[in-house]
């Protein structure tokens, strides 16, 4: 993977891929670049066997304040409403969170400072999210008149409901990390102080994990949320089955019976 990214920061440690969006000025506010640029670092963490896990995070004071809104200049100051810019730069966020969703292998998304508009977002679409008690969140789309984008409404209907979703969105009001993990946005809530040393834990842990089935259980999850029992005992035993057959089941089996934590090769 190359590593001369303008705009964002990668780092590899042992399996665990660091994604940081490198804008500190700007609160990492996301300009084309920036999303042209995580596309192409998301597109390749997921196909990449020797990444595990990854980590989503942003630099400086802030997760990130949503999309570079002094990019779209030309827009607001012309008389031609009809000139919206947003159909094609929207696919390059779609597109993201996608990837960050589907991707074979666990995505952790660390929030810390300002969290808000459309990344706040794509930390929605990854799988698991750590944030600092002091985390300002906020889905700031309706106080400049806008709908959430970047798939907002669907991951935040399955996170916290309709009703929270709504009330979250419509008023777009500031909340805390600590009022995020209690409505079940976020897994892991912590002071700011421990946060790295948290996610690093977690994080390591997890590219230690039987990946393959990682992704199994990541799928037959999200397949779970919006389909019947039937459908899902179906997808259940087929999954069983790959799972079965694994590597790392047959090293789970024989580490328990010889008394020893188990060296999953992630296959
Ligand atoms: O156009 C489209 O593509 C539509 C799609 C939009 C998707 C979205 O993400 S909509 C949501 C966009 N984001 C926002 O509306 C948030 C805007 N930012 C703020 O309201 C505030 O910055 C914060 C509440 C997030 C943080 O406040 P504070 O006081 O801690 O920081 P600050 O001083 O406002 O920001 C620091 C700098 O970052 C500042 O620049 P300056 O004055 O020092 O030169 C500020 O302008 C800049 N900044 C913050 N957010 C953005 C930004 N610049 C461009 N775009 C931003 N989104």
Same mark, same amino acid.
């Given at each position: 993977m190359r590593a001369?990214?303008?705009? %964002?920061?990668?780092?590899?440690?042992?399996?665990?891929?660091?994604?940081?969006?490198?804008?500190?000025?700007?609160?990492?506010?996301?300009?084309?670049?920036?999303?042209?640029?995580?596309n192409e670092i998301a597109d390749e963490a997921a196909t990449d066997a020797a990444i595990r896990c990854v980590v989503l995070q942003g630099a400086g004071r802030?997760?990130?304040?949503?999309?570079?809104?002094? =990019?779209?200049?030309?827009?607001?100051?012309?008389?031609? %409403?009809?000139? #919206?810019?947003?159909? =094609?730069?929207?696919? #390059?966020?779609?597109?993201l969170a996608r990837t960050l969703h589907e991707m074979p292998k666990p995505v952790v998304a660390v929030l810390h #400072? %300002?969290?808000?508009? %459309?990344?706040?977002?794509?930390?929605?679409?990854?799988?698991l999210r750590i944030?600092?008690?002091?985390?300002?969140?906020?889905?700031?789309?309706?106080?400049i008149g806008l709908v959430p984008?970047?798939?907002?409404a669907y991951f935040l209907t399955r996170l916290v409901g309709v009703a929270k979703a709504l009330e979250i969105s419509l008023l777009a009001d500031e909340f805390s990390g600590i009022e995020a993990e209690r409505l079940g946005l976020i897994n892991k809530c912590v002071p700011l102080a421990e946060l790295a040393a948290t996610v690093a834990a977690f994080t390591q842990r997890l590219a230690q994990g039987p990946t393959y089935t990682y992704s199994l259980i990541k799928q037959l999850t999200y397949y779970a949320h919006d389909h019947d029992l039937q459908d899902v005992f179906h997808l259940e035993s087929e999954f069983q089955d790959k799972a079965f057959c694994t590597a790392d089941h047959r090293e789970g089996v024989q580490a328990f019976f010889e008394k020893r934590a188990p060296r999953y090769s992630g296959k």
């Open positions: 001369d990214y303008q705009y %964002v920061l990668i780092q590899q440690d042992n399996a665990v891929l660091t994604i940081t969006m490198n804008r500190p000025a700007v609160l990492n506010a996301i300009n084309s670049q920036m999303l042209e640029e995580l802030a997760f990130g304040a949503g999309q570079d809104l002094s =990019e779209f200049k030309a827009y607001y100051s012309s008389e031609d %409403v009809d000139a #919206g810019p947003l159909g =094609e730069h929207l696919l #390059g966020y779609h597109r #400072g %300002v969290a808000t508009g %459309v990344s706040l977002n794509l930390a929605f679409a990854c799988d944030a600092a008690d002091t985390t300002r969140f906020s889905e700031a789309f309706a106080r984008d970047g798939g907002g």
